[in-house]
């Protein structure tokens, strides 16, 4: 499939190539009737411009990467959709890239704006942490969206997050299940070696057993597998499934991610026993899909849109000069559905 | 955010940029050490080569635009995935874009190769028909994946798509059912107005029950609403309570996609009725949450990482010129689950 050129625009019409170029450029030094002429022809046939120096300017100026980490949540999918209504409003082109769990986002930041021309960078899920210099590397304005990074570099306030704090709202959820009167919690948690939200997110979930006077019950501590993808359905079955199966006792599963805990649905009713009425279930993020579930899922609700909206416009802010870095802490929500039953006579306030 | 430019390499190394320029084209007329100086340099502040006949080659040659009409759909979803490792592996970058329903796919992918010098380009979802001479104004090569477009152009080979047949394979899915004893079958189909597959997966259950002598029942036949995301959970659901509260009598519900099917089990389920002892379901698409519903979906499982592959290959062999237009059409498979139940001594072969 090779492409029509100016050349063959000037032979269709008749004229040199010099003219098509003015036609083109609306330069005044051409016939009107020519113009149309050619103009038409250009429509008829599809043809393209394929001036340099346009393209140049083009092709540098409208590119904003999208790193993310867990495809399959759907979380980021709401996400995306916000990013891509904005783009196309700014005149933006959205270049998607999934990072797979073992890879290095940043890396694959450093390698893209080699190759394109970036306007900038929004990374989604990817690592809390970064050793020093490393972000420092980047070289267009970026923002960390949905983790709370924490930066080893003296100053902390040069790069840009936007995200709920997951200690704190790991806290909440887990001190629902608290208040409902469970004690015996399990969490489906990320793998061991995590350096993402999981960490935070288990971090708020220690803290809130804690200050409850509840013994933290390692055999209750339910790493995801690290050889699937951590946020996902089979882990969280899996993981669940593995739970039930080692016969320890435990009346509620918190679900550091809601699509984890569709897993868990599964492996519970799987098993013959009940939600909420044998197990509760409580999520994290608030997806559509919690809505569907039989029954449907409780769970610390992320303020995706907020979330979305405020990545995009602090990128665009940075983009245009209007401003520096910024860390934007959203609150959560927890959202009472139908998957924790209250156990009479242990609610604690 | 100022990027660090080649006179600041030049300057903190001492030398002219010339120099620099040397050493970052590996021009042989430049002492070694000198060098391996500028390029320590280079690495330490994280400059990037602004050269623009060298940025020009690379943001000309590797941009590949994904259009997605559908974007809640898992569907699309785990075909992206493969696309996403693909794309890595052949140095390509995937630019991705979505439509709207009532948005025009063509004339956005127009656009796109006006500001981008696309490779080329992968539809998904898109409409099944288009309008003569429509899809010639792209210049780019191109697939029309997961669709089995009807093209209205004299010679119909120049176009290339991916797809099973969805009149083929909409006829399975329906026969399945009245093998299962079922002859009140309602459909969730796409609205009225469709041009997607979902004209083909209606003619296919059309023609299903025709040849079964059952007479199509205009009540059971319930488009999705149109002021929704066609495809999509809160579609199926709502148009299932419709049908629910419209007390036609049904046995079984086929859903044209999973994900409506997702929405059907929760107005089910919420109605009280059980699946599948009150109401039979079957999906279309075979995503992964299928397994994960309480039952688990009966559904026509296309072969979604083959369709992928081959919508890739098959773009990838027409831009190095290996290939022409191709028309590739692969076989979907109806999967047993436990969401249909048989009626006993209605069964038909």
Chains 1, 2 share one sequence.
Do not use: W
Not at 259 to 283: Q, T
């Amino acid at each position: 499939m090779s492409e029509i050129t100016i050349k063959d625009i000037a032979r269709i019409c008749g004229v040199g190539v010099s003219t098509v170029s003015r036609a083109i450029n609306n330069h005044p030094d051409i016939n009107p009737e020519t113009r149309k002429q050619i103009q038409a022809v250009i429509e008829q046939y599809g043809y393209i411009p394929n001036n340099s120096a346009r393209n140049l300017k083009r092709t540098e100026s409208n590119g904003v990467a999208i790193l993310i980490k867990g495809i399959t949540n759907p979380l980021f999918n709401a996400m995306v959709k916000v990013f891509d209504e904005k783009m196309k409003r700014y005149k933006l082109s959205m270049i998607l890239q999934h990072v797979n769990y073992e890879e290095d986002e940043v890396a694959i930041a450093l390698e893209l704006i080699k190759e394109k021309r970036l306007k900038g960078i929004i990374f989604l899920g990817s690592n809390y942490y970064y050793p020093q210099g490393e972000l420092k590397k980047i070289s267009v304005p970026f923002v960390l969206s949905t983790v709370g990074t924490i930066f080893e570099d003296e100053d902390s306030t040069r790069y840009s997050h936007v995200t709920v704090d997951d200690v704190r709202e790991s806290y909440k959820a887990t001190e629902y299940l608290i208040h409902m009167g469970h004690e015996k919690i399990a969490i489906l948690s990320a793998e061991t070696r995590d350096s993402s939200v999981g960490r935070q997110r288990m971090q708020g979930y220690l803290k809130a057993l804690e200050d409850h006077h509840i013994v933290e019950n390692p055999k209750l501590i339910c790493p995801v597998s690290d050889e699937l993808e951590h946020y996902s359905m089979e882990n969280g079955y899996l993981t669940t499934k593995k739970l039930l199966d080692s016969k320890e006792e435990f009346t509620a599963v918190y679900a550091m991610s809601d699509i984890m805990a569709v897993g868990a649905y599964r492996a519970i009713l799987e098993a013959g026993l009940r939600i909420p009425e044998d197990i509760s279930v409580v999520g994290f993020d608030g997806i559509e899909l919690g809505d569907y579930l039989q029954p449907k899922l409780t769970t610390l609700a992320q303020p995706v849109e907020r979330l979305a909206d405020a990545t995009f416009e602090l990128l665009y802010d940075m983009i245009e000069g209007r401003s520096g870095a910024q860390n934007l802490i959203y609150e959560g929500e927890l959202v009472e559905k139908e998957s924790v039953r209250r156990i009479e006579g242990k609610e604690r306030s």
